[in-house]
């Protein structure tokens, strides 16, 4: 236990966010640490002495994405040219989704806890593509690992049929917090006439819980380094599959996308990298490589995934134990859950947006969600025992008013 208290204080003294204010909502957006905005400011400040735009600054850019690309492969367990470098989870998602070999007809299986920006783009692929959209039901899941992995595993047999083609299921649900047995879906698809792609919104899961199972395990497996990584915002990545590869075509084309960007070729029948690289467009923010590769790193410095994972669990054990002692608060889990996203509801006549402006007046952040409704409150490593008190106390006033 001692260790995990010198991780916290350790992470919490090199994040200025963390310095004002009481901090739950790193599911929407983690504290970047000092060491990682240094790193961004060097690598501007090196691309500007060598470039920026001369023969001398290339090898250096080179270095710095093909060292970020090694590493975020290595987190998600595949090799690196399956690894393509995006800016966000959605482009990462939807860039590789809009590529896939449909037919007029097939279906498409979305769980019912996927985030609006995959569902519309999904929404909007079938109405081009006159394709169907199923729902699987995974909202209702509340209980332990054990029994959620068998009720996913009984709804997606249930809602599967002969004409589905992609199944579209988050890796940690980003309202209830469960975690998806993503490598047993897998399995089960790879079982299935059609052999749908799996399409997994990996948002919540990276940086917070091992990831390398299910990414190696799905077809398209897009994430950012923003949230549990505690990197910058605007660079991610997206895991891809070996017949990803072979089977999707590139959507939004650019010079990244090509194999010879020196000129354009108009006989050229398939001008593409034939790896992860053809699903990445143009320009992209060198110096952000800089500042997740240093998140990340001082996050291996905190011990394995697993052991990480471990204390996120502790902290979001107690959290849940404390709200659901309260009066008034209903977690939306039966039990305490298996990840750092404590999702509950707060009885009286404020909203949760309500309960969000009352808590931030006081420089202590959750966040609302609108299905379910409900708030939201995250733990990671530096969360301490003295936040989660500050928001139970704080909680407990607003709901016995």
């Known amino acids: 236990m001692q ?43 090196q691309i500007q002495e060598l470039g ?27 090799p690196p040219h399956r690894l393509a470098l995006t800016e966000n989870v959605t482009s990462g998602c939807v860039l590789p989704l809009w ?10 299986l979305i ?39 068998a009720g996913v595993l009984a709804a997606l047999e249930q809602q599967l049929s002969p004409r589905t083609r992609l199944v579209v299921l988050s890796h940690l649900l980003w309202n209830t917090g469960q975690i998806m047995p993503i490598a047993a879906v897998a399995e089960r698809l790879q079982r299935h006439a059609q052999a749908p792609f799996l399409l997994v919104d990996a948002a919540q899961s990276f940086g917070q819980i091992p990831v390398q199972e299910a990414a ?28 990803m590869l072979e089977e999707a075509s590139p959507t939004v084309i ?21 790896d992860s690289r053809r699903f990445e467009v143009a320009t992209s923010c060198v110096p952000l490589m800089a500042g997740l590769r240093q998140s990340l790193r001082l996050l291996e410095q905190q011990g394995s995934a697993e052991a990480r994972l471990e204390r996120i669990r502790q902290l979001s054990s107690s959290c849940w134990q404390r709200l659901q002692a309260l009066t008034g608060v209903t977690p939306l889990l039966n039990q305490a859950p298996c990840s750092g996203l404590v999702s509950f509801a707060v009885d009286g006549r404020e909203t949760p947006a309500d309960v969000v402006k009352q808590l931030g007046s006081q420089a202590l952040w959750i966040r609302d969600l609108a299905d379910p409704a409900c708030l939201r409150a ?3 490593v530096f969360t301490t025992g003295q936040d989660i008190n500050a928001l139970a106390d704080a909680i407990e006033a607003i709901s016995t008013r």
């Open 99 to 108: 590529g896939l070999p449909f037919a007029a007809g097939d279906r498409l």
């Open 111 to 149: 769980s019912d806890c996927e985030h609006p920006g995959v569902v519309s783009a999904c929404v909007e692929l079938a109405r081009r593509q006159n394709l169907a959209i199923d729902t699987l039901p995974v909202k209702a899941l509340r209980g332990d690992q054990a029994s959620t992995d």
């Open 52 to 78: 920026p735009f001369t023969t001398d600054v290339w090898p250096y850019i080179a270095s710095e994405v093909n060292s970020t690309r090694r590493l975020l492969a290595d987190w998600c367990g595949v």
């Open 378 to 380: 995250c733990t990671h």
């Open 254 to 274: 650019g010079w990244r996308s090509l194999r010879d960007e020196s000129k354009a070729d108009l006989s050229a029948s398939d001008p593409f990298h034939n």
């Open 216 to 243: 190696a395990a799905a077809d398209i497996y897009g994430f950012t380094g923003h949230k549990w990584a505690c990197g910058p915002e605007g660079l991610g990545g997206v895991a891809l599959s070996a017949r």
């Open 3 to 45: 260790w995990m208290l010198a991780v916290s204080a350790f992470m919490r003294d090199l994040c200025p966010a963390l310095q004002n204010k009481t901090y739950f909502n790193t599911g929407g957006q983690g504290p970047l640490p000092t060491p990682s905005l240094e790193a961004i400011t060097a690598s501007w400040k």
